[in-house]
């Protein structure tokens, strides 16, 4: 059974009437709160499967959860307001290493505008750490928006947390820009909230699990497919890294033509990278005009 199935599945007990506005194939939970939505997610980090401890120290590890969380609400628009902790440990950790997490996290956090409120410690066989995160958007964006014919843009060159990976499991240290790109991702808040609030994207999505899966769940969304031309990939990464290396925590997002004109007026401090537009043909996925598979990370695909 792949991610994909497993979501399906599960999908069916997630509460789709009101006050859920959206809670299927989309990055947060989004329900009605009045003049504004509220927003919810919740990710985790587990040793072995998102990071080891002898290349990942504590203070990334606070860092990367709040971010990855930070993420998704950045995904649809959302300003981060609060988190809940739930922390495995498989010993109790020296006073130094809960500092240094702890320090990372909070850190994290309160550069986006959110706090810490409580949470759960639990006695686990792994270290792992998950986040509960909420906020709320005036203006959410979901992934089911796009339209045959919109542009399709992400935020920065991609690549670069899956370069660094290679490089820390086989013994090296990666460049300095390449480790902060895995260790210490940058959440788009700011970005994602501009693109909402001024209506410009259709659709938009943090990219988590590399581009080519990551498009091709919002293709599936909007009922379209896409054409890739260039991809902007980040120095010291592959090609291969970009597209399907996962872990860049950039958005992607779809602008119809006419708006795009509009980006270096209404985000003039940004670049922002075109790498494509959208198809009528829906689930098709093109990379320089041929055919390619939507490969990319799935927590099943070896199950």
Known sequence: MTEERFLELVSRYLRQAPPAVRTAEEDCAVLEGGRVYRLFTADALVEGVHFRSRYFPARALGWKLAA??????????????????????????????????????????????????????????????????????????????????????????????????????????PPEPLRRCLLFPEPEIELGRLLAEEGLATAMMDLSDGLLLDLYRLCRASRVGAALEEIPIAEGATEKDALSGGEDYALLFTVPPEKARHLPRLIPERRLYRIGHLLPETGTLLYRGKPISPRGFDHFEST
């Open 68 to 173: 990855v969380n930070l993420s998704d609400l950045a995904a649809m628009g959302g300003r981060p307001e609060g988190a809940l902790l739930i922390l495995g440990l498989p010993r109790p950790p020296e006073p130094p290493w809960i500092e240094d997490f702890y320090g990372g996290l909070i850190q994290a956090l309160s550069t986006y505008g959110a706090d810490l409120y409580g949470g759960d410690t639990v006695r686990s066989p792994v270290l792992w750490a998950g986040l509960f995160l909420f906020g709320e958007a005036s203006r959410p964006v979901f992934r089911r928006g796009g339209r045959a014919g919109d542009l399709i843009f992400v935020s920065r060159p991609l690549g670069g947390a899956a370069a660094a990976l290679r490089y820390l499991e086989s013994g090296h240290d």
